[in-house]
């Protein structure tokens, strides 16, 4: 069975950092778009960034751009999201999730998200 496994959420104060990681269970992934999105108390989920495991190509929300940083390590099938700066506006669970073609959404497969906190 295919499965994302998001692991580093946390609770930190405004302007901290968190590293979040997906561990994909398949390397059949190693041709998709692996994305993170997000969704807050009370709101719709939203794109947060994404990278063509093939390529390298990232993307990202306007609101997270210059602060947050994604990556993938094709060795361990892992793919990170840095988030630096931190505002509690980034309060959230944070999902990883994958497609072979949408780069902002909607994914067919997603993990089970990890909760950031952000304190301000």
């Known amino acids: 069975q295919v499965q994302l496994v998001e692991s580093g959420g946390g609770l930190v104060q405004a302007g901290a950092s968190l590293r979040l990681s997906c561990l994909a269970s398949?390397?059949?992934?190693?041709?998709?778009?692996m994305g993170w999105s997000r969704q807050a108390p009370g709101k719709e989920r939203e794109f947060v960034a994404a990278i063509r495991w093939n390529g390298g190509s990232t993307y990202y929300a306007d609101s997270v751009k210059g602060r947050f940083t994604i990556s993938r390590d094709k060795d361990k099938n892992t793919v990170y999201l840095q988030m630096n700066s931190l505002k509690p506006e980034d309060t959230a669970v944070y999902y990883c999730?994958?497609?072979?073609?949408?780069?902002?959404?909607?994914?067919?497969?997603w993990g089970q998200g990890t909760q950031v906190t952000v304190s301000s």
């Open positions: 999730a994958a497609d072979r073609i949408r780069v902002t959404g909607p994914y067919d497969y």
């Open positions: 398949e390397r059949t992934f190693s041709s998709f778009v």
